[in-house]
């Protein structure tokens, strides 16, 4: 079955603890991405690949890392967390190109206290 | 700005009934516009994708409607059907940068009641 898996799912940490949020896709897409989701607010992107070892900052990237080391596999590291941080995360891929459908993965809600 | 809009914000509706949320975008270039379902607590999941030269695509009971030179859409949904309860997502894509940037509305959240 095509999907994207994220985990953890849900996460509840303490101001400063390093974390990482890993995501995994069995689709073999080229193009990975990061969203944070938050109330009232669309979903805005993070950071994303465009493939092994190609990363870029999307809108929001600031506190945050992501590496691309293999193909399925794009972790979204918090070195230091913060509370403004706190937020509901997706990870999507796609193929590239213009029309392609674009898969989001289940969402870790994460809470920095 | 790259901006997209959505209405209403929220809406509740009667099981059976039909309803129509919109959208309303300043995205330049357009490249195509998406309509999205996240159920609660889940990941947004695809309804429709359209270019600017398609005016309807349908998804079942769903059918969607562009407009590329008013740059609104709108997502009618026909019968509705308790399990259509979550939030309606619209989403444009600039493909400007060589891939698909894509620009998130806060969504529409409905709720059908039985």
């Known amino acids: 079955e095509a999907q994207v898996t994220q985990n953890p799912r849900y996460l509840i940490t303490v101001t400063g603890k390093k974390l990482t949020v890993t995501c995994s896709q069995n689709m073999n897409h080229e193009y990975m991405s990061w969203y944070r989701q938050d109330p009232g607010l669309g979903l805005r992107q993070i950071y994303y690949?465009?493939?092994?070892?190609?990363?870029d900052k999307g809108d929001v990237p600031e506190g945050y890392k992501v590496s691309r080391k293999e193909k399925r596999n794009f972790p979204l590291i918090l070195e230091s967390p913060s509370p403004n941080q706190t937020s509901l995360y997706f990870c999507a891929s796609t193929e590239t190109g213009g029309l392609n459908e674009q898969y989001f993965g289940p969402g870790t809600r994460l809470t920095v206290t | 700005k790259n901006q997209v809009e959505q209405s209403p914000q929220s809406l509740i509706i009667l099981e059976g009934k039909n309803c129509t949320l919109q959208?309303?975008?300043?995205?330049?270039?357009?490249?195509?516009l998406r309509w999205y379902k996240q159920d609660t607590g889940r990941g947004p999941v695809s309804l429709t994708i359209m270019t600017f030269s398609e005016n309807t695509k349908s998804n079942g009971r769903y059918t969607a409607t562009l407009d590329a030179d008013t740059k609104q859409s709108s997502l009618h949904i026909t019968a509705s059907q308790l399990s259509d309860s979550a939030s309606y997502i619209c989403?444009?894509?600039?493909?400007?940068?060589?891939?698909?940037?894509?620009?998130f509305g806060a969504g529409t959240r409905l709720a059908v009641h039985p």
């Open positions: 959208c309303n975008y300043t995205v330049s270039p357009f490249s195509n």
């Open positions: 690949s465009m493939n092994v070892e190609v990363t």
């Open positions: 989403v444009v894509s600039d493909f400007s940068g060589g891939y698909n940037k894509l620009i």
